[in-house]
Protein backbone atom coordinates (compact mmCIF):
# COMPACT_ATOMS: atom_id res chain seq x y z
CA UNK A 1 0.00 0.00 0.00
CA UNK A 2 1.10 3.24 -0.90
CA UNK A 3 2.42 5.24 2.32
CA UNK A 4 1.09 8.44 1.17
CA UNK A 5 -2.63 6.81 1.32
CA UNK A 6 -2.02 5.63 4.54
CA UNK A 7 -1.12 8.63 5.98
CA UNK A 8 -4.22 10.33 4.54
CA UNK A 9 -6.11 7.82 5.64
CA UNK A 10 -5.21 8.99 9.27
CA UNK A 11 -5.74 12.03 8.77
CA UNK A 12 -8.83 11.69 7.50
CA UNK A 13 -10.09 9.98 10.32
CA UNK A 14 -8.93 12.19 12.69
CA UNK A 15 -10.89 14.76 10.64
CA UNK A 16 -14.27 12.43 11.15
CA UNK A 17 -14.05 12.27 15.09
CA UNK A 18 -13.74 16.11 15.65
CA UNK A 19 -16.92 17.98 16.35
CA UNK A 20 -18.86 19.76 14.21
CA UNK A 21 -17.95 23.03 15.76
CA UNK A 22 -14.03 22.21 15.27
CA UNK A 23 -14.47 20.59 11.69
CA UNK A 24 -13.12 23.89 9.70
CA UNK A 25 -9.77 24.25 11.73
CA UNK A 26 -10.20 20.16 11.42
CA UNK A 27 -10.17 20.26 8.03
CA UNK A 28 -7.42 22.83 7.55
CA UNK A 29 -4.72 21.42 9.92
CA UNK A 30 -5.52 18.02 7.57
CA UNK A 31 -4.37 20.26 4.50
CA UNK A 32 -1.41 21.91 6.20
CA UNK A 33 -0.02 18.39 7.17
CA UNK A 34 -0.80 16.33 3.64
CA UNK A 35 0.96 19.69 1.84
CA UNK A 36 3.95 19.15 4.55
CA UNK A 37 3.75 15.23 3.78
CA UNK A 38 3.29 16.11 -0.03
CA UNK A 39 6.31 18.67 -0.15
CA UNK A 40 9.66 17.24 -0.73
CA UNK A 41 8.24 15.51 -3.27
CA UNK A 42 6.47 18.36 -4.92
CA UNK A 43 9.23 20.34 -5.20
CA UNK A 44 11.32 17.98 -6.70
CA UNK A 45 8.68 17.56 -9.61
CA UNK A 46 9.18 21.47 -9.61
CA UNK A 47 12.70 21.49 -10.16
CA UNK A 48 12.74 18.34 -12.35
CA UNK A 49 10.13 20.64 -14.56
CA UNK A 50 11.83 23.59 -14.23
CA UNK A 51 15.06 22.05 -15.55
CA UNK A 52 12.79 20.52 -18.49
CA UNK A 53 10.79 23.23 -20.05
CA UNK A 54 8.97 22.67 -23.20
CA UNK A 55 7.76 25.31 -25.37
CA UNK A 56 3.86 25.81 -26.21
CA UNK A 57 2.16 22.53 -27.90
CA UNK A 58 5.90 20.94 -27.10
CA UNK A 59 5.10 20.10 -23.88
CA UNK A 60 4.72 15.94 -24.56
CA UNK A 61 7.25 15.77 -21.88
CA UNK A 62 5.16 17.54 -18.93
CA UNK A 63 1.85 16.13 -20.49
CA UNK A 64 3.31 12.64 -19.65
CA UNK A 65 4.30 13.31 -16.09
CA UNK A 66 0.82 15.24 -15.21
CA UNK A 67 -1.15 12.50 -16.72
CA UNK A 68 0.72 9.90 -14.63
CA UNK A 69 0.89 11.37 -11.32
CA UNK A 70 -2.65 11.83 -11.87
CA UNK A 71 -3.63 8.41 -12.58
CA UNK A 72 -1.82 6.91 -9.63
CA UNK A 73 -4.13 9.10 -8.00
CA UNK A 74 -7.26 7.89 -9.06
CA UNK A 75 -8.47 10.43 -12.10
CA UNK A 76 -10.23 8.77 -15.05
CA UNK A 77 -7.10 10.47 -17.60
CA UNK A 78 -7.33 11.85 -20.91
CA UNK A 79 -4.28 13.29 -22.99
CA UNK A 80 -4.02 15.15 -25.87
CA UNK A 81 -6.84 16.92 -25.45
CA UNK A 82 -6.21 20.16 -27.58
CA UNK A 83 -3.00 19.04 -28.87
CA UNK A 84 -0.96 18.19 -25.90
CA UNK A 85 -3.44 19.40 -23.07
CA UNK A 86 -4.40 17.02 -19.86
CA UNK A 87 -7.80 16.41 -18.42
CA UNK A 88 -8.80 14.19 -15.37
CA UNK A 89 -11.78 13.53 -13.83
CA UNK A 90 -12.29 12.42 -10.35
CA UNK A 91 -15.87 11.59 -9.66
CA UNK A 92 -16.91 12.12 -5.74
CA UNK A 93 -20.79 11.90 -5.60
CA UNK A 94 -23.40 14.28 -6.31
CA UNK A 95 -22.80 17.82 -6.03
CA UNK A 96 -21.42 21.00 -7.75
CA UNK A 97 -18.77 20.44 -11.28
CA UNK A 98 -15.10 22.82 -10.41
CA UNK A 99 -12.83 22.68 -12.97
CA UNK A 100 -9.26 23.91 -12.00
CA UNK A 101 -6.84 24.95 -15.13
CA UNK A 102 -3.52 25.27 -15.12
CA UNK A 103 -0.68 25.74 -17.80
CA UNK A 104 2.11 24.11 -19.02
CA UNK A 105 4.26 25.85 -21.12
CA UNK A 106 7.96 27.82 -21.09
CA UNK A 107 9.06 30.44 -23.22
CA UNK A 108 11.96 30.95 -26.39
CA UNK A 109 14.52 32.33 -23.14
CA UNK A 110 18.06 31.56 -22.19
CA UNK A 111 17.85 31.18 -18.10
CA UNK A 112 20.38 33.45 -16.18
CA UNK A 113 19.14 33.12 -12.77
CA UNK A 114 22.08 30.61 -11.23
CA UNK A 115 19.77 28.63 -9.15
CA UNK A 116 20.89 24.91 -8.83
CA UNK A 117 17.97 23.72 -11.11
CA UNK A 118 18.53 26.57 -13.84
CA UNK A 119 17.48 25.10 -17.30
CA UNK A 120 19.84 24.60 -19.85
CA UNK A 121 17.58 22.94 -22.41
CA UNK A 122 17.86 23.98 -25.97
CA UNK A 123 14.16 23.10 -27.77
CA UNK A 124 12.37 23.51 -30.36
CA UNK A 125 9.35 25.45 -31.05
CA UNK A 126 6.41 24.36 -33.46
CA UNK A 127 7.93 25.30 -36.86
CA UNK A 128 11.56 23.09 -35.90
CA UNK A 129 13.39 25.86 -34.90
CA UNK A 130 15.96 25.47 -32.05
CA UNK A 131 15.92 27.90 -28.94
CA UNK A 132 16.92 27.75 -25.66
CA UNK A 133 13.72 28.05 -23.27
CA UNK A 134 12.86 28.60 -19.23
CA UNK A 135 9.76 28.60 -17.42
CA UNK A 136 10.30 32.73 -16.90
CA UNK A 137 6.30 32.71 -16.25
CA UNK A 138 5.92 29.43 -12.99
CA UNK A 139 4.07 27.47 -15.25
CA UNK A 140 6.32 25.11 -13.49
CA UNK A 141 4.92 25.91 -10.32
CA UNK A 142 1.27 26.36 -11.51
CA UNK A 143 1.86 22.83 -12.94
CA UNK A 144 3.10 21.56 -9.58
CA UNK A 145 1.04 23.16 -7.60
CA UNK A 146 -2.00 21.32 -9.78
CA UNK A 147 -0.73 18.41 -8.83
CA UNK A 148 0.21 19.26 -5.07
CA UNK A 149 -3.79 20.59 -4.63
CA UNK A 150 -5.01 16.67 -6.71
CA UNK A 151 -3.04 14.78 -3.88
CA UNK A 152 -5.25 17.02 -1.06
CA UNK A 153 -7.90 16.58 -2.55
CA UNK A 154 -7.77 12.86 -3.70
CA UNK A 155 -6.69 12.19 0.04
CA UNK A 156 -9.63 14.23 1.68
CA UNK A 157 -12.32 13.01 -0.70
CA UNK A 158 -14.67 12.42 2.42
CA UNK A 159 -14.86 16.05 2.98
CA UNK A 160 -16.29 17.32 -0.50
CA UNK A 161 -18.63 16.12 -3.12
CA UNK A 162 -19.59 16.60 -6.92
CA UNK A 163 -17.16 16.14 -9.88
CA UNK A 164 -13.86 17.28 -10.06
CA UNK A 165 -11.59 18.25 -13.44
CA UNK A 166 -8.24 18.90 -13.52
CA UNK A 167 -6.72 20.79 -16.89
CA UNK A 168 -3.08 20.57 -17.98
CA UNK A 169 -3.53 23.25 -20.70
CA UNK A 170 -0.93 23.78 -23.26
CA UNK A 171 0.24 27.05 -24.99
CA UNK A 172 -1.30 30.07 -23.31
CA UNK A 173 1.79 31.71 -23.92
CA UNK A 174 1.12 32.31 -27.81
CA UNK A 175 -2.52 32.70 -26.38
CA UNK A 176 -3.69 29.66 -27.89
CA UNK A 177 -3.97 26.36 -25.96
CA UNK A 178 -7.65 27.65 -23.94
CA UNK A 179 -9.27 27.76 -27.67
CA UNK A 180 -7.53 24.27 -28.79
CA UNK A 181 -8.98 22.25 -25.90
CA UNK A 182 -12.68 23.82 -25.94
CA UNK A 183 -12.10 23.29 -29.49
CA UNK A 184 -11.46 19.93 -28.48
CA UNK A 185 -14.87 19.38 -27.09
CA UNK A 186 -13.35 20.01 -23.21
CA UNK A 187 -16.90 20.93 -22.20
CA UNK A 188 -19.16 18.72 -24.26
CA UNK A 189 -16.57 15.57 -23.56
CA UNK A 190 -15.83 16.12 -19.95
CA UNK A 191 -19.10 18.06 -18.71
CA UNK A 192 -19.78 21.67 -18.42
CA UNK A 193 -18.21 23.07 -15.09
CA UNK A 194 -20.34 25.15 -12.60
CA UNK A 195 -17.20 26.97 -11.81
CA UNK A 196 -13.06 27.25 -13.17
CA UNK A 197 -10.63 28.24 -10.87
CA UNK A 198 -6.98 28.83 -11.45
CA UNK A 199 -4.15 30.72 -9.85
CA UNK A 200 -1.07 32.20 -11.48
CA UNK A 201 1.96 32.39 -10.04
CA UNK A 202 3.51 36.59 -9.79
CA UNK A 203 6.89 38.46 -9.26
CA UNK A 204 6.80 41.20 -6.97
CA UNK A 205 4.42 40.25 -4.71
CA UNK A 206 5.06 38.51 -1.45
CA UNK A 207 5.65 34.57 -1.35
CA UNK A 208 2.79 32.72 -0.84
CA UNK A 209 -0.24 35.40 -0.28
CA UNK A 210 -2.80 35.60 -2.35
CA UNK A 211 -4.05 38.50 -4.33
CA UNK A 212 -7.68 38.90 -5.73
CA UNK A 213 -9.54 41.23 -8.40
CA UNK A 214 -13.25 40.84 -8.38
CA UNK A 215 -14.03 41.57 -12.23
CA UNK A 216 -11.10 42.35 -14.88
CA UNK A 217 -8.06 40.82 -13.84
CA UNK A 218 -5.75 40.62 -16.41
CA UNK A 219 -6.70 42.34 -20.40
CA UNK A 220 -7.58 42.59 -23.75
CA UNK A 221 -4.57 41.89 -25.68
CA UNK A 222 -4.80 42.37 -29.46
CA UNK A 223 -1.66 42.48 -31.86
CA UNK A 224 -2.36 44.67 -34.66
CA UNK A 225 -0.11 44.91 -37.86
CA UNK A 226 0.36 47.88 -40.16
CA UNK A 227 1.94 47.97 -43.77
CA UNK A 228 2.57 51.45 -44.64
CA UNK A 229 3.05 51.85 -48.04
CA UNK A 230 4.82 54.48 -50.06
CA UNK A 231 6.70 55.38 -53.39
CA UNK A 232 9.77 54.71 -52.81
CA UNK A 233 12.98 56.25 -54.96
CA UNK A 234 16.57 57.88 -54.52
CA UNK A 235 17.11 59.54 -51.15
CA UNK A 236 17.81 63.06 -53.21
CA UNK A 237 15.00 63.16 -54.44
CA UNK A 238 12.10 62.98 -52.08
CA UNK A 239 9.89 64.73 -54.11
CA UNK A 240 9.88 61.74 -56.61
CA UNK A 241 8.51 60.12 -53.65
CA UNK A 242 5.65 59.41 -51.00
CA UNK A 243 7.84 58.74 -47.78
CA UNK A 244 6.45 55.81 -45.75
CA UNK A 245 9.18 56.39 -42.64
CA UNK A 246 7.63 59.68 -42.61
CA UNK A 247 4.22 58.65 -43.14
CA UNK A 248 4.73 55.62 -40.48
CA UNK A 249 6.32 58.13 -38.19
CA UNK A 250 3.45 60.58 -38.17
CA UNK A 251 1.08 57.82 -37.73
CA UNK A 252 3.00 56.21 -34.62
CA UNK A 253 2.75 59.87 -32.89
CA UNK A 254 -1.33 60.10 -34.35
CA UNK A 255 -1.85 56.51 -32.54
CA UNK A 256 -1.14 58.01 -29.10
CA UNK A 257 -3.81 60.46 -29.19
CA UNK A 258 -6.11 57.84 -29.53
CA UNK A 259 -6.30 57.06 -25.46
CA UNK A 260 -5.60 60.38 -24.62
CA UNK A 261 -8.08 62.54 -26.37
CA UNK A 262 -11.04 59.97 -27.95
CA UNK A 263 -11.47 57.49 -24.80
CA UNK A 264 -12.86 58.63 -21.46
CA UNK A 265 -10.45 60.22 -19.06
CA UNK A 266 -9.53 57.25 -16.79
CA UNK A 267 -10.80 54.55 -19.11
CA UNK A 268 -7.40 52.06 -19.22
CA UNK A 269 -5.92 51.60 -22.23
CA UNK A 270 -2.59 50.93 -24.04
CA UNK A 271 -1.38 51.42 -27.22
CA UNK A 272 2.26 50.32 -28.04
CA UNK A 273 4.20 50.53 -31.25
CA UNK A 274 6.80 47.88 -30.52
CA UNK A 275 8.65 47.29 -34.22
CA UNK A 276 9.21 49.90 -36.70
CA UNK A 277 11.07 47.89 -39.40
CA UNK A 278 11.13 49.43 -43.15
CA UNK A 279 14.45 50.53 -46.22
CA UNK A 280 17.56 48.82 -47.11
CA UNK A 281 20.13 51.28 -47.25
CA UNK A 282 20.42 55.18 -45.95
CA UNK A 283 20.06 56.77 -49.57
CA UNK A 284 16.89 54.95 -50.86
CA UNK A 285 13.61 56.12 -49.76
CA UNK A 286 11.53 52.41 -49.13
CA UNK A 287 8.56 51.41 -50.75
CA UNK A 288 6.78 50.27 -47.35
CA UNK A 289 6.58 50.23 -43.43
CA UNK A 290 5.80 47.55 -41.09
CA UNK A 291 5.03 48.56 -37.81
CA UNK A 292 3.87 45.77 -35.21
CA UNK A 293 1.77 47.09 -32.46
CA UNK A 294 -0.03 45.33 -29.07
CA UNK A 295 -3.40 46.77 -27.94
CA UNK A 296 -4.71 46.29 -24.34
CA UNK A 297 -7.80 47.01 -22.54
CA UNK A 298 -11.11 45.67 -20.04
CA UNK A 299 -13.40 46.61 -22.13
CA UNK A 300 -14.59 45.28 -25.60
CA UNK A 301 -15.79 47.97 -26.66
CA UNK A 302 -12.91 50.17 -25.84
CA UNK A 303 -10.82 47.10 -27.92
CA UNK A 304 -13.27 47.60 -30.98
CA UNK A 305 -12.58 51.74 -30.79
CA UNK A 306 -8.55 51.16 -30.78
CA UNK A 307 -9.10 49.17 -33.57
CA UNK A 308 -11.31 50.98 -35.76
CA UNK A 309 -8.88 54.12 -34.43
CA UNK A 310 -5.68 53.08 -35.66
CA UNK A 311 -7.74 51.79 -39.26
CA UNK A 312 -8.67 55.52 -39.33
CA UNK A 313 -5.59 57.34 -38.62
CA UNK A 314 -3.70 54.97 -40.76
CA UNK A 315 -5.76 55.61 -43.65
CA UNK A 316 -6.07 59.33 -43.73
CA UNK A 317 -2.44 60.23 -43.07
CA UNK A 318 -1.79 58.50 -45.64
CA UNK A 319 -4.35 60.37 -47.46
CA UNK A 320 -3.21 63.57 -46.56
CA UNK A 321 0.42 62.93 -47.68
CA UNK A 322 -0.82 62.33 -51.03
CA UNK A 323 -0.58 58.19 -51.33
CA UNK A 324 -2.43 56.85 -54.19
CA UNK A 325 -5.49 54.88 -53.07
CA UNK A 326 -4.24 51.80 -54.13
CA UNK A 327 -1.21 52.20 -51.72
CA UNK A 328 -2.68 52.80 -48.57
CA UNK A 329 -1.85 51.29 -45.32
CA UNK A 330 -2.81 47.78 -44.40
CA UNK A 331 -4.13 47.41 -41.06
CA UNK A 332 -4.22 43.64 -40.00
CA UNK A 333 -5.61 41.87 -36.55
CA UNK A 334 -3.83 38.50 -35.71
CA UNK A 335 -6.09 35.62 -36.05
CA UNK A 336 -5.58 34.79 -31.86
CA UNK A 337 -5.79 37.42 -29.70
CA UNK A 338 -6.19 37.48 -25.68
CA UNK A 339 -9.66 38.61 -24.24
CA UNK A 340 -10.30 40.26 -21.05
CA UNK A 341 -10.28 37.71 -18.36
CA UNK A 342 -12.95 39.14 -15.82
CA UNK A 343 -13.75 37.42 -12.95
CA UNK A 344 -17.04 36.45 -11.71
CA UNK A 345 -17.26 39.15 -8.82
CA UNK A 346 -19.41 37.04 -6.75
CA UNK A 347 -17.37 33.90 -6.80
CA UNK A 348 -14.48 36.27 -6.14
CA UNK A 349 -15.26 37.55 -3.22
CA UNK A 350 -16.83 34.30 -2.06
CA UNK A 351 -13.06 32.81 -2.41
CA UNK A 352 -11.39 35.73 -1.29
CA UNK A 353 -13.39 35.40 2.24
CA UNK A 354 -12.16 31.60 2.28
CA UNK A 355 -8.84 32.56 1.73
CA UNK A 356 -8.47 34.63 4.58
CA UNK A 357 -10.15 32.02 6.76
CA UNK A 358 -7.54 30.15 5.84
CA UNK A 359 -4.61 31.90 5.54
CA UNK A 360 -5.28 34.77 7.68
CA UNK A 361 -5.94 38.69 6.35
CA UNK A 362 -2.27 39.73 6.41
CA UNK A 363 -1.81 37.34 3.60
CA UNK A 364 -4.95 37.82 1.79
CA UNK A 365 -5.35 41.17 -0.33
CA UNK A 366 -7.06 43.32 -3.51
CA UNK A 367 -5.27 43.65 -6.31
CA UNK A 368 -4.74 45.59 -9.49
CA UNK A 369 -5.85 44.50 -12.53
CA UNK A 370 -2.53 43.35 -14.93
CA UNK A 371 -2.22 44.76 -18.57
CA UNK A 372 -1.00 41.57 -19.72
CA UNK A 373 -2.86 38.95 -20.98
CA UNK A 374 -4.09 35.98 -19.80
CA UNK A 375 -6.28 32.78 -22.44
CA UNK A 376 -7.77 31.43 -19.07
CA UNK A 377 -10.54 34.08 -20.24
CA UNK A 378 -11.51 31.50 -22.65
CA UNK A 379 -13.14 29.27 -20.22
CA UNK A 380 -15.80 31.60 -19.19
CA UNK A 381 -16.59 33.23 -22.29
CA UNK A 382 -18.39 30.56 -24.42
CA UNK A 383 -22.15 30.50 -24.71
CA UNK A 384 -22.53 28.92 -21.20
CA UNK A 385 -20.97 31.96 -19.36
CA UNK A 386 -19.72 29.58 -16.57
CA UNK A 387 -18.23 31.90 -13.51
CA UNK A 388 -14.39 31.77 -13.81
CA UNK A 389 -11.76 33.53 -10.89
CA UNK A 390 -7.94 33.51 -11.81
CA UNK A 391 -5.76 34.74 -8.67
CA UNK A 392 -1.88 35.71 -8.13
CA UNK A 393 -0.24 34.46 -5.94
CA UNK A 394 2.94 35.86 -4.54
CA UNK A 395 6.68 34.79 -5.84
CA UNK A 396 9.30 37.05 -3.82
CA UNK A 397 10.89 36.93 -0.50
CA UNK A 398 9.49 39.88 1.85
CA UNK A 399 13.06 40.92 2.20
CA UNK A 400 13.53 41.65 -1.03
CA UNK A 401 10.82 43.52 -1.59
CA UNK A 402 11.59 45.70 1.21
CA UNK A 403 15.04 45.80 -0.24
CA UNK A 404 14.02 47.12 -3.30
CA UNK A 405 11.72 49.65 -2.18
CA UNK A 406 14.45 50.69 -0.23
CA UNK A 407 16.80 50.64 -2.57
CA UNK A 408 14.89 51.50 -5.91
CA UNK A 409 16.22 48.35 -7.67
CA UNK A 410 13.84 46.71 -9.98
CA UNK A 411 13.09 43.05 -9.04
CA UNK A 412 12.91 40.62 -12.06
CA UNK A 413 9.40 40.17 -12.65
CA UNK A 414 7.22 37.33 -14.77
CA UNK A 415 9.08 37.20 -18.46
CA UNK A 416 12.53 37.91 -17.20
CA UNK A 417 15.41 35.64 -17.66
CA UNK A 418 16.47 36.14 -14.12
CA UNK A 419 12.84 35.04 -12.59
CA UNK A 420 12.91 32.56 -9.80
CA UNK A 421 10.42 32.20 -7.21
CA UNK A 422 11.21 31.50 -4.04
CA UNK A 423 9.89 27.86 -4.09
CA UNK A 424 8.47 26.52 -0.59
CA UNK A 425 6.41 29.74 0.52
CA UNK A 426 5.09 30.03 -2.99
CA UNK A 427 4.11 26.23 -3.70
CA UNK A 428 3.03 25.84 -0.59
CA UNK A 429 1.03 29.18 -0.84
CA UNK A 430 -0.32 28.11 -4.30
CA UNK A 431 -1.09 24.70 -3.24
CA UNK A 432 -3.29 25.92 -0.01
CA UNK A 433 -4.90 28.39 -2.03
CA UNK A 434 -6.06 25.92 -4.90
CA UNK A 435 -7.32 23.20 -2.51
CA UNK A 436 -8.95 25.66 0.04
CA UNK A 437 -11.38 26.91 -2.97
CA UNK A 438 -11.96 23.89 -4.16
CA UNK A 439 -13.44 22.41 -0.82
CA UNK A 440 -15.54 24.95 -0.36
CA UNK A 441 -16.96 24.60 -3.75
CA UNK A 442 -17.28 21.24 -3.69
CA UNK A 443 -18.03 21.18 0.12
CA UNK A 444 -21.37 18.78 1.33
CA UNK A 445 -24.56 20.63 1.85
Excluded at 338 to 347: E, R
Excluded at 367 to 393: M, N, Q, S, Y
Aim: some cysteine.
Amino acid sequence: MNLRFSASALWVAAVALASSSSAAPALRDAVAQKIAAEYPSLEAIYKDLHAHPELSFMETRTAALVAKELRSLGFDVTEKVGNTGVVAVLKNGPGKTVLIREDMDALPLLEKTGVPYASKAVVKDLAGKESPAMHACAHDAHITSLLGAARVLAALRTHWSGTLILVAQPAEEIGAGALAMLADGLYTRFGVPDYVIGMHVWAGLPAGTVHYVPGPVTANVDSIDILVRGVGGHGSRPHMTKDPVVIASEIVLALQTIVSRELEPGTPAVVTVGTFHGGTKRNIIPDEVKLELTLRSYDDAVAAHLIASIKRISEHTARAAGVPADRLPVVTAAETNTPVCANDPALTRRLAGVWRDWLGESSVSLAKPLTVGEDFARFGRTRHRVPICLWLVGATPPAEIAEAHRTGAILPGNHSPLFAPAPEPTLRGAITSLSAAALDLLAKK
